[in-house]
T-cell receptor
Framework: EPEVTQTPSHQVTQMGQEVILRCVPI?????FYWYRQILGQKVEFLVS????????KSEIFDDQFSVERPDGSNFTLKIRSTKLEDSAMYFC???????????FGNGTRLTVT | DQQVKQNSPSLSVQEGRISILNCDYT??????FLWYKKYPAEGPTFLIS?????DKNEDGRFTVFLNKSAKHLSLHIVPSQPGDSAVYFC????????????FGGGTRLMVKP
C-alpha cells in the first residue's frame, strides 16, 4: 500500500537554527498537510496546501514556518529559527480528494536544544 | 481548545470482548468524523469515518456510531484483539471535509490476552 514517507525520523538542532523537514506524499494525492504533536499533547493542525499554495493555516504557523512543494514529489516544512517550544513530532499527511481520509507519515521527531 | 474531547485516557479490555471508545465534540459545524489508530513511533493510521448524514458506519470489526444531538461518537471494536492495543484518536472537520482536522487527546486501548 502506498505510504507517506518522512525524513529524517529524528532531527536534533540548536535553538535559532533553521530546519527543513521533508515529506513525500502518496503520488496521486493532491492535498498536503503538516500536523505536529508536542509530547503529551494533542495532534495539532499546522497548515494545508493545495494547488501550490497554502489553503489554510493555524495560529501556530507563524512567519517562522513555511512550506514548499519544490518538485512533483516532495513537500517540505521549514522552520527558520527554531525555538525550544518547537520540539515535537511533526507529521506530514496527504489525501487524494477533498473528502477522502488523511494518510499520515510516521513523523519526524524534532528536538531543539 | 477542547472542541474534541476523549474523556477516557485509557481503556483495558479482555481479548474477544467489545472495546468502546468515546468522543465528544462541541463545535456544531463539525460534520465529518474519523477515527485513527496510532502505534508508538508511527503516524496515525486511518481506521473509519462517518459523515453527519449517517448515524452508523461499519467496517469489519470496527463500527462508528454518531449521535448528533448529543454531539457524541463512539468506536466499537468487536471482537477485540491484542493487536488492537494502541492509542485511538477521534478527529473532526467542518463543513468541508478538506478542512483541517481537530483531534481529541486520544485513548490508550490495552487488549489483554
Amino acid at each position: 500500500e502506498p505510504e507517506v514517507t518522512q525524513t529524517p525520523s529524528h532531527q536534533v538542532t540548536q535553538m535559532g537554527q533553521e530546519v527543513i523537514l521533508r515529506c513525500v506524499p502518496i503520488s496521486n494525492h493532491l492535498y498536503f498537510y503538516w500536523y505536529r504533536q508536542i509530547l503529551g499533547q494533542k495532534v495539532e493542525f499546522l497548515v494545508s496546501f493545495y494547488n501550490n499554495e497554502i489553503s489554510e493555516k493555524s495560529e501556530i504557523f507563524d512567519d517562522q514556518f513555511s512550506v514548499e512543494r519544490p518538485d512533483g514529489s516532495n513537500f517540505t516544512l521549514k522552520i527558520r529559527s527554531t525555538k525550544l517550544e518547537d520540539s515535537a513530532m511533526y507529521f506530514c499527511a496527504s489525501r487524494e480528494e477533498y473528502d477522502s481520509p488523511l494518510h499520515f507519515g510516521n513523523g519526524t521527531r524534532l528536538t531543539v536544544t | 481548545d477542547q472542541q474534541v474531547k476523549q474523556n477516557s485516557p485509557s481503556l483495558s479490555v479482555q481479548e474477544g470482548r467489545i472495546s468502546i471508545l468515546n468522543c465528544d465534540y462541541t463545535n456544531s459545524m463539525f460534520d465529518y468524523f474519523l477515527w485513527y489508530k496510532k502505534y508508538p513511533a508511527e503516524g496515525p493510521t486511518f481506521l473509519i469515518s462517518i459523515s453527519s448524514i449517517k448515524d452508523k458506519n461499519e467496517d469489519g470489526r470496527f463500527t462508528v456510531f454518531l449521535n448528533k444531538s448529543a454531539k457524541h461518537l463512539s468506536l466499537h471494536i468487536v471482537p477485540s484483539q491484542p493487536g488492537d492495543s494502541a492509542v485511538y484518536f477521534c478527529a473532526a472537520s467542518g463543513s468541508n471535509a478538506g478542512n483541517m482536522l481537530t483531534f481529541g487527546g486520544g485513548t490508550r486501548l490495552m487488549v489483554k490476552p
